[in-house]
């Protein structure tokens, strides 16, 4: 299984940016995805995430500027960003929860992606 991700890039404050991650292999569900960022010298946090049915939770310094959304049927989850600001400037990364199969056994398992940075110029 891997996930990619695209999207990032250099944007002026203000502007906007949509992250996409492609979740693939041998996959029988993804369960809840996410968006996760990492600012040099700081935790990972998590920025957004969705289940599989839809619900979603926000950190509050994105609600009202992020949205997160989901095509289940291509297994991609998707960050569009609006109204950045510099504090938002960081690596973002995708993360699922998959279930997989694997002879004959079930596995269930976190997947990361490599990461795409995100800058926001003030």
């Known amino acids: 299984v891997q996930l990619v991700e695209s999207g990032g890039g250099l944007v002026q404050a203000g502007g906007s940016l949509r992250l996409s991650c492609l979740a693939s292999?041998?996959?029988?569900?993804?369960?809840?995805m996410g968006w996760y960022r990492q600012a040099p010298g700081k935790q990972r946090e998590l920025v957004a995430r969705i289940t599989s049915g839809g619900s979603t939770n926000y950190k509050d310094s994105v609600k009202g500027r992020f949205t997160i959304s989901r095509d289940n049927a291509k297994n991609t989850v998707y960050l569009q960003m609006d109204s950045l600001k510099p504090e938002d400037t960081s690596v973002y990364y995708c993360?699922?929860?998959?279930?997989?199969?694997?002879?004959?056994?079930?596995?269930?398992?976190?997947?990361w992606g490599q990461g795409t940075q995100v800058t926001v110029s003030s």
């Open positions: 292999g041998s996959i029988i569900r993804v369960n809840a």
């Open positions: 993360n699922a929860d998959i279930l997989t199969m694997d002879s004959d056994s079930l596995y269930r398992h976190d997947y």
